[in-house]
């Protein structure tokens, strides 16, 4: 099970920080890549990056400079940081996990982000 925690509610150029934490196995399994994906109101779903097993990141080019992706495997969770927070950030964001070669196979719940003053 995969289940994201983090704030409701951010204000325009605050920093986004969203922790997924992973029960039923660990992160640091070989060949399992967990992802952070968002859907704005409207509209599809949108990959922003990914942590694998290794702890090798990987970003969404057009969110690579706003995004940073860690874990703690002592916890067993990941966790997204995104800076620089705008209205067009309102989306929900879910965390996922891929097996290599495989769908999208586990999904949080997703939680609800609106950015406004």
């Known amino acids: 099970q995969l289940q994201e925690s983090g704030p409701g509610l951010v204000k325009p150029s605050q920093t986004l920080s969203l922790t997924c934490t992973v029960s039923?196995?660990?992160?640091?399994?070989?060949?399992?890549?967990w992802n952070w994906i968002r859907q704005p109101p409207g509209k599809g779903l949108e990959w922003m990056g990914t942590?694998?097993?290794?702890?090798?990141?990987y970003y969404s080019p057009s969110l690579k400079s706003r995004t940073s992706i860690s874990r703690d495997t002592s916890k067993n969770h990941f966790s997204l940081q995104l800076n620089s927070m705008t209205p067009e950030d309102t989306a929900v964001y879910y965390c996922?996990?891929?097996?290599?070669?495989?769908?999208?196979?586990?999904w949080g719940q997703g939680t609800q982000v609106t950015v406004s003053s």
């Open positions: 039923g196995g660990s992160i640091t399994t070989s060949y399992y890549f």
């Open positions: 996922t996990r891929l097996a290599i070669g495989g769908p999208y196979d586990y």
């Open positions: 942590i694998g097993y290794d702890g090798i990141t």
